[in-house]
């Protein structure tokens, strides 16, 4: 699983360790959190969500929420 922050001209993927196949048809919570390098710039990011697979690239939802290319928008963020 890949969260993904991306601005206009940037991308920066934060690699993710969840058991998806936990997530059924329903309601399910999964709590994730990342540590921002002080490298990234203060921006307006969109956070996206992705599952990349080593064996078949990438794994897409069944949903028909938005995407942007293989991820999926979950809103957007600002980091200071």
Same mark, same amino acid.
């Given at each position: =699983?890949?969260?993904? /922050?991306? &601005? +206009?001209?940037?991308?920066?993927?934060?690699?993710?360790?969840?058991?998806i196949r936990?997530?059924?048809?329903?309601?399910?919570?999964?709590? =994730?959190?990342?540590? /921002?390098? &002080? +490298?990234?710039?203060?921006?307006?990011?969109?956070?996206?969500?992705?599952?990349?697979?080593?064996?078949?690239?990438?794994?897409?939802?069944?949903?028909?929420?938005?995407?942007?290319?293989?991820?999926?928008?979950?809103?957007?963020?600002?980091?200071?």
């Amino acid at each position: =699983l890949v969260l993904r /922050l991306k &601005s +206009d001209d940037k991308c920066y993927d934060f690699t993710q360790s969840c058991d998806i196949r936990k997530w059924l048809p329903g309601t399910y919570t999964e709590n =994730l959190s990342i540590k /921002l390098n &002080s +490298d990234i710039p203060s921006s307006r990011y969109s956070l996206e969500i992705g599952i990349l697979s080593p064996h078949t690239g990438i794994v897409y939802f069944a949903t028909s929420a938005p995407r942007d290319e293989n991820f999926y928008i979950l809103g957007s963020i600002t980091v200071k």
